[in-house]
């Protein structure tokens, strides 16, 4: 089971070097998946709705526009599910609670 939800999450950074990528798209699918994972309330879900948010304080201090944004909303993505399958890994499936069923 724990290596199916890390075969899951793999695809998903593998979506982000896609070259039709689509970031809400992407985010909208990834926020599903962790929920399942971790729970409705889990910070991961929190950081990767925050993405889009971030838009004007980047583009303040980046001149190449869109693409170094979007590049950056793309790290920032890796690195959350990155630290999730290092989670999954070294912890395992976090347990169901009352309020995420």
Not at 3 to 24: G, N
Not at 62 to 77: A, I, M, N, V
Request: aromatic fraction near 10%.
């Amino acid at each position: 089971m724990k290596q199916k939800q890390i075969e899951l999450l793999q695809q998903q950074i593998d979506k982000l070097d896609s070259k039709d990528f689509d970031l809400e798209a992407w985010k909208n699918y990834t926020i599903v998946l962790l929920a399942r994972l971790f729970g409705e309330d889990n910070q991961k879900i929190k950081q990767i709705e925050k993405l889009d948010y971030e838009y004007n304080s980047w583009s303040l201090r980046d001149t190449s526009g869109f693409t170094s944004y979007l590049q950056t909303c793309k790290e920032l993505g890796r690195k959350i599910l990155e630290a999730s399958i290092i989670e999954i890994e070294n912890f395992g499936i976090p347990k169901k609670t009352e309020n995420d069923v």
